[in-house]
């Protein structure tokens, strides 16, 4: 990894100059399906503000349905739509998609194997003082354990439109994480997207932290300052947690000295354990540390003060890993 | 359009089909030693109606996207809707002989991952009059003219998303979408008016923008014509519920006066009986 930070080009030149990419790339990216043909239609429960679909609602009212807060409903509904051929986009907080509606999630759209794609937008505790009610902290858990399911939690807009994108082609329902918009930039806007597949950042041989989500960047940043230090910190993004890009993880293993797994969400159930998993049934094994809300419910801040209480910033992760490595 | 039947068919031939659906039902449960007879015997020539009659379907395209829809809330049912769609040519009779077996696609609850002809999974009660919306809000976005007939059961009135889909419909203008309430009066633990009523019925249906019509469910002509309505009548932007007044258990005299049958098995003796009473009650 370049050490010199603002190289045009460079995630961290991206993550200044980037204002609120992580939202607009939902329509945008729905907007790139439309125009390939693809038979894309979008609902809500009455958040098209909150997820930015109100931009797609504006430029493609016919492929729009507003469900207004009727989140169960809404997963139903569109599975219905599915089997006549369309492809519905459904959006909502994910504290009620993931969990409101998870049983409609499994019965009507995983188990009849229906084309739908469910959006889970605010993730983790992101929604700051709005309150447990708010946070999904449990999403990961819940849709992963889903047979069928694919999930995915993209770093930022970019990867999220990539993914959207590369979605024309993947049969499996899929549950989409992703956070509020307001994540810095990691990805520049023309990269790709293949699921199931990790991206390897950084090799390391002290560390390794492997993040979804929110926690890239980070992990990004904290390990070019604990590269200063003379630490080896590598980073992969693992944006489908489902399938796991388990040869990777088994690859890992042999290679680095502890894999810190990170992510806006509780340890159990989320993406540490499904790192977890994929260790304890290799031979070999490797040393795991799992980073992440540890089984609470959590407190109520500033987003950003939540995720400095938590660790969940660059300084909590540098100090996670001097921490682990102590 | 293709349909293995004239576009009226003899009220005889449809009493005769809701008579098979019970004696079948009764066959089936027998291999698998406990199910829904009388949740089947109240709906029989409901099935009956639209299947060989209302709906408009081609069993040898069972993908066809304007064919008619029937989806069941109460998929505990299933178990009735099955013998009809062999009978209708959509899979061989004899694909029945493992209902309920290791590895069978025939099971309480009806598949549509593994069986021609059934157009939605079901089993979680209150999720099908939600699905059946997003078929019909697919339909007219897609300008197709296909009907989605959804049947619910009294009991499943108690289910809030069943309320939500109801008015979710109604904003949206559904009118090719049809509830029929299978209004048979009992549930798992007893009379739904005891467990939680849901009188009055129509008055909610209607409160909640829906055109309602009430029919004697067991009346097969009436119950074909009323449905039969529903289907052809002009655009209006109003979803239609019809509350089908029926008894559970109908057909089987000790069903119809103890309401605990509502899942149970027939010994081969009781199910001989059955199959018996159900036949001689055959016009």
Redo the contacts between chains.
């Keep these: 990894m370049s050490m010199s930070t603002l190289q045009p080009g460079s995630w961290q030149y991206r993550a200044l100059n980037a204002l609120n990419p992580g939202l607009d790339a939902l329509s945008l990216g729905l907007d790139d399906l439309v125009a390939a043909g693809e038979p894309v239609?979008a609902g809500t429960a009455d958040l098209t503000y909150s997820n930015g679909l109100i931009e797609f609602q504006r430029r493609h009212p016919?492929?729009f349905?507003q469900?207004?807060i009727?989140e169960?409903?809404m997963?139903?509904?569109?599975?219905?739509?599915?089997?006549?051929?369309?492809t519905?986009f459904v959006a909502t907080f994910a504290s009620f998609l993931a969990l409101l509606c998870c049983?409609?999630i499994r019965?009507?759209v995983a188990?009849?194997?229906q084309r739908v794609r469910l959006v889970g937008h605010h993730t983790g505790i992101s929604l700051g003082f709005y309150g447990t009610s708010h946070h999904a902290t449990e999403d990961i858990s819940t849709m992963r354990a889903i047979a069928g399911l694919t999930v995915v939690s993209p770093a930022d807009g970019a990867q999220l439109r990539a993914a959207i994108r590369a979605s024309a082609s993947w049969p499996e329902p899929i549950y989409f994480r992703i956070s509020r918009g307001r994540d810095p930039q990691v990805y520049s806007d023309d990269v790709g997207f293949e699921f199931g597949r990790g991206i390897e950042h950084a090799r390391g041989a002290d560390v390794t932290i492997v993040a979804c989500g929110t926690l890239v960047h980070p992990a990004l940043e904290a390990a070019e300052r604990l590269h200063a230090e003379g630490l080896s910190v590598g980073v992969v993004d693992m944006p489908t947690v489902k399938p796991l890009d388990e040869e990777l993880i088994r690859s890992l293993a042999g290679r680095t000295g502890v894999i810190i797994t990170a992510e806006e969400h509780n340890i159990l159930g989320g993406l540490g354990s499904a790192v977890a998993e994929v260790l304890a049934e290799s031979p070999g094994g490797a040393r795991l540390v799992r980073h992440g809300i540890r089984d609470e419910f959590s407190l109520i801040a500033a987003p950003t003060r939540l995720y400095a209480h938590y660790r969940l910033d660059a300084d909590g992760l540098v100090a996670v890993v001097r921490e682990v490595l102590s | 359009m293709t349909t293995p039947l004239p576009d009226t068919v003899d009220i005889a031939l449809l009493r005769d089909r809701a008579s098979f659906i019970r004696t079948e039902t009764v066959r089936l449960i027998e291999i698998a030693k406990v199910g829904h007879y009388s949740s089947v015997f109240s709906a029989a020539e409901i099935f009956a109606a639209l299947y060989y009659d209302v709906m408009r379907i081609d069993p040898k395209n069972p993908q066809w996207p304007d064919r008619d829809r029937f989806l069941m809330g109460k998929g505990h049912a299933a178990v009735g809707l099955y013998p009809v769609l062999a009978d209708l040519g959509y899979y061989p009779a004899t694909a029945l002989d493992d209902y309920a077996h290791l590895g069978s696609a025939f099971g309480d609850h009806p598949d549509m991952t593994k069986i021609p002809g059934i157009d939605f999974s079901s089993g979680s009660i209150g999720h099908a009059l939600s699905n059946g919306a997003g078929m019909a809000l697919a339909g007219r976005m897609a300008g197709r003219d296909f009907s989605v007939f959804v049947m619910v059961g009294d009991g499943e009135m108690q289910e809030g998303q069943v309320w939500e889909a109801a008015l979710s419909a109604a904003h949206h203008r559904l009118d090719r979408l049809v509830a029929i309430v299978d209004r048979n009066g009992y549930q798992l633990d007893g009379a739904v008016d005891d467990v939680v009523g849901v009188e009055p019925l129509a008055d909610k249906w209607r409160a909640f923008g829906w055109r309602v019509v009430e029919v004697d469910g067991h009346d097969v002509a009436a119950v074909r014509d009323t449905l039969a309505a529903v289907r052809d009548r002009v655009a209006d932007g109003v979803p239609t519920c019809v509350i089908a007044r029926t008894s559970k258990g109908k057909g089987v005299s000790y069903m119809e006066t103890e309401p605990g049958w509502h899942l149970g098995y027939l010994d081969p003796e009781d199910a001989r009986r059955a199959t018996e009473e159900i036949e001689g009650g055959r016009a």
């Design positions: 239609v016919d492929r349905v469900f207004g009727s169960q409903h997963v139903s509904a569109a599975a219905g739509m599915a089997t006549t051929g369309l519905p049983e409609q019965m009507d188990y009849t194997k």
